[in-house]
């Protein structure tokens, strides 16, 4: 099972940033998939969700900023994110498959870093 993140990099706040994530080795479609960050010194965060129909859950401090998306065709997740502020520097990462214990599978992630 692979989950490989790309998209991230440095941008000013206002910029936009699309990530991706490739997922392989897993019924990709069948499962829900979450994206989380992790800022210097800070705990884990979810960022937001998708499940298998399109139900698309947001924290409140990315809401009407990003955007989560799906393509079960190409086994790939997205996270379009828009207005980017300072506090959005992290490392985010993808997450595959939740069981009652957590996701399953998560990638390595990738470095957001908005300057001002």
Avoid: H
Avoid at 2 to 30: D, H, I, P, R
Avoid at 91 to 99: F, G, I, K, M
């Amino acid at each position: 099972v692979q989950l490989v993140e790309s998209g991230g990099g440095s941008v000013q706040a206002g910029g936009s940033l699309k990530l991706s994530c490739a997922g392989s080795g897993f019924t990709f479609s069948n499962c829900k998939m979450a994206w989380f960050r992790q800022a210097p010194g800070k705990v884990r965060e979810l960022v937001s969700t998708i499940s298998t129909d399109d139900i698309m859950y947001y924290a409140d401090s990315v809401k009407g900023r990003f955007a989560i998306s799906r393509d079960n065709a190409k086994n790939t997740l997205y996270l379009t994110m828009n207005s980017l502020k300072t506090e959005d520097t992290a490392v985010y990462s993808c997450a595959a498959c939740r069981s009652w214990t957590g996701y399953v599978y998560w990638g390595q992630g990738t470095q957001v870093t908005v300057s001002s």
